[in-house]
C-alpha cells in the first residue's frame, strides 16, 4: 500500500516536474529572442553615446539646436535621421545628449519619436505596407504625438530634477569611472575612438541591465498569460485601439522590426488601432520602461508611460471613428 | 568589490557574450530566435561586442597606474567600488544560454499562445496561394484552407506537409494538428497554425514529435466547427527542420 501511494507520487511529482521543465525551455527560448535581436541596437545605440560624448561638444550642440523650447522640441523630433537607433539604444543617447545640455523638451521628444522617425524604421514599415496612410500616418503622427508628449514636459519648472540621482555621474562627463581619463582637445584620434568604445561598454553594462530585466518581464508574461484571450477580445472601434497598445507594450519588440509583426494583425484589427501599434510600441514597453527606470525618476517615467498611451489611444480611436481607409 | 575586478569581469562577460551570439550563429542555433532575415544582428553583435571588450583591455592597463598614483585622495566613492549588480543581470541570459538546453517552441508552448486554423493570425499575403500544392507547407496550406470559405473547397487536393503534433480534448481520437510556429521577427512574435489531420495513428503518436504528413482534403470538422481536413495516406516521423519555424 505505502509503496503504491509512493509511486502515485512519485509520478505525480514527475509530472508537474516536466511540466516546469517545459516552461522553463519556452520562458529561455522567448527571453534569449527578444535578448538576442535587442543586444546589437543596444550595442549600436551605446556606441553612437560614446562617440557624441568624445566627438561632440556642448557649444556644437548648443549651436544646433534652437533656444525655443518649440523649436527645440521639433528638432529632437527630427533628430533620429542623424542617430537611427531604436528604442533600445535612444536611451543612453538621450542621456548623453541631456548631459551635454540638450533641453529636456528636446531630449524627451528625441526619446519618442527616433525609435519610428529614423530611416531604418521608415524603410521596414514601407517594405511591410508600401506607401499608404499607415506609413505616413505612423510618421506623422507619431512625430505629432512625440512633440506634444515634449512641449508638455518643457513646462515643468526644474527639467533636470527628472532625472535620477544616481544617473547623474555620468553627467560630469563619462560614465562613472571613464573619467580617469581626462578630456584632452588634442588628444590622437585613435586614443578618441578608443575612450568612446570604453564610454559604450561601461554603458552597455549599466542600461544592458535594464533591458536584461525588462526582457525577463516580458518572457516571462509571454510565457504564463495566453495570448489568445487578449486577441479574443480584439474589435470594437476602442477596444481594439486598447488591446492593440497593451499587445505593444508586453511584446517589447524592437521598432526596427515592429512592422512585419504588426502585419499579422492588420487584418483582424482596425486600421486605428494598428496604427496605434505601430506609434506606442517604439516610445514605450516594458525593457524600455525598464531602461527609463534607469535615468528618470519614478513619477517622470509613469508620465513618459501615460501621456503617449493616452495620446495614441486619442488617434487609434480617432482613425477608427472619423476616417474610412 | 574593486574597479579592476570589475572592469576585468566587464571584459570577459563582453568576450563570453561574442562567443555566444557567434556559437548561436554557426550552430544554426540562431534561427531558434530569431528570423533568418535577422540573422546578420548576430554578426554585427559579435563585431561590437570584441571592439568594447577590447577597450577595456588597453585603458584597463592605465587605469590601474592610475590607480597607485592617486592613493591617498579618493575623492570618488563611486570611481572605487563598483557594483556587482549590473555584471550578474548582464550574465544572466549567458548563464540561462548554457544551463537550459535550447529548444525551439513546438506543441507545449501552444497552451498558452495557442493554435490557429486562421491566417490571419500568421498574415503576409495570397500572392504566396501561386505555390503549386506539392510544394506547399503548413503556412501555405492554412493560407489556402482562409482563402475559400467551403470547407469541401479544398476536396481531393494533395498535400505533403512536415510539423509537430498537436493535441488536445477538442479534437476526436482519430484527430491530431499537425502544426508550425510562424515568426516575424523573434520567437516573441511567434504565432502557431496548424491542420487538422485525420488518421487511425492518431492515438500513438506523441505530443510535439515531427511528423511528415501525406494525404489528401477532405470536408470535415473539428469540434463541431467544418472545416477542410487533411486525411493522412502515410505517416512518418522525421527529424526537427533545421529551421523549426515558418516565415510569412
Known sequence: MVTYIDSCLIRVGWFIM???VNQITIFTTVFLGIFIEAVPFLLLGTVASGLVEVFVSREDLARLVPKNPILA???????????????????????????????VSAGITFLL??????????????????????????FGLGLLVACTVGVIFSFHPNPMSMIRLTALPAF?????????????????LNLRFRRAFRIAADE???????????????????????????????SGPVISVLVMLILAYVLSVCST????????????????????????????????????????????????????????????????????? | MTQRTAIRLKALILILMAIFFAEKFASGKLYYYIGPRFAWLAIVAVALLILLAGAYNLIGKRKEDHDHADHD??????????????????????????????????????????????????????TRLTIVPAERNVLDWVRALNATTDPAGLDGQEADVVGFVYRDPRFADDQFMVGRFTLTCCVADALAIGLVVKSDQAA????????????????????????????????????????????P
Not at chain 1, 172 to 188: H, N
Not at chain 1, 266 to 290: E, H, W
Not at chain 2, 95 to 114: C, D, K, M
Not at chain 2, 204 to 226: H, I, M, P, T, Y
Request: proline share 8%; aromatic share 10%; charged share 10%.
Open chain 1, 113 to 138: 519619436a527616433a525609435p519610428i522617425i529614423n530611416p531604418v524604421v521608415l524603410a521596414s514599415t514601407y517594405a511591410a505596407y508600401g506607401w499608404g496612410p499607415v506609413l505616413w500616418g505612423r
Open chain 1, 257 to 325: 522590426v515592429d512592422a512585419f509583426l504588426s502585419l499579422a494583425f492588420a487584418r483582424t484589427f482596425t486600421t486605428g488601432s494598428v496604427l496605434a501599434f505601430l506609434i506606442f510600441g517604439p516610445m514605450v514597453d516594458i525593457k524600455s520602461t525598464l531602461m527609463f527606470l534607469g535615468v528618470f525618476k519614478r513619477k517622470t517615467v509613469a508620465y513618459l508611460i501615460i501621456l503617449p498611451f493616452l495620446l495614441a489611444l486619442l488617434v487609434g480611436v480617432f482613425i477608427n471613428l472619423n476616417v474610412a481607409w
Open chain 2, 204 to 247: 500513438v503518436l506523441n505530443q510535439d514529435a515531427w511528423v511528415r504528413v501525406k494525404g489528401s482534403f477532405l470536408a470535415g470538422e473539428l469540434d463541431g466547427q467544418k472545416m477542410p481536413v487533411l486525411i493522412a495516406d502515410e505517416i512518418t516521423p522525421v527529424q526537427e527542420p533545421e529551421q523549426p519555424y515558418l516565415y
Open chain 1, 18 to 20: 516536466q511540466i516546469v
Open chain 1, 172 to 188: 560630469s562627463g563619462g560614465s562613472v569611472d571613464a573619467d580617469v581619463i581626462p578630456l584632452q582637445p588634442s588628444e590622437p
Open chain 1, 204 to 234: 552597455f553594462f549599466e542600461m544592458g541591465q535594464y533591458l536584461i530585466l525588462g526582457s525577463v518581464l516580458a518572457a516571462l508574461l509571454q510565457t504564463f498569460v495566453p495570448q489568445s484571450t487578449l486577441l479574443a477580445v480584439g
Open chain 1, 73 to 103: 522640441t521639433l528638432v529632437g523630433g527630427v533628430m533620429g535621421f542623424a542617430f537611427p537607433v531604436c528604442e533600445c539604444g535612444v536611451v543612453p543617447l538621450t542621456r548623453r545628449l541631456l548631459s551635454k545640455g540638450l533641453p
Open chain 2, 73 to 126: 585622495h579618493h575623492h570618488d566613492p563611486s570611481g572605487e567600488r563598483a557594483s556587482i549588480w549590473p555584471l550578474v543581470v548582464v550574465a544572466l541570459p549567458l548563464a540561462l544560454g548554457v544551463i537550459v538546453p535550447a529548444q525551439p517552441l513546438g506543441a507545449s508552448a501552444v497552451s498558452t499562445r495557442g493554435i490557429s486554423t486562421d491566417v490571419a493570425a500568421a498574415g503576409g499575403s495570397e
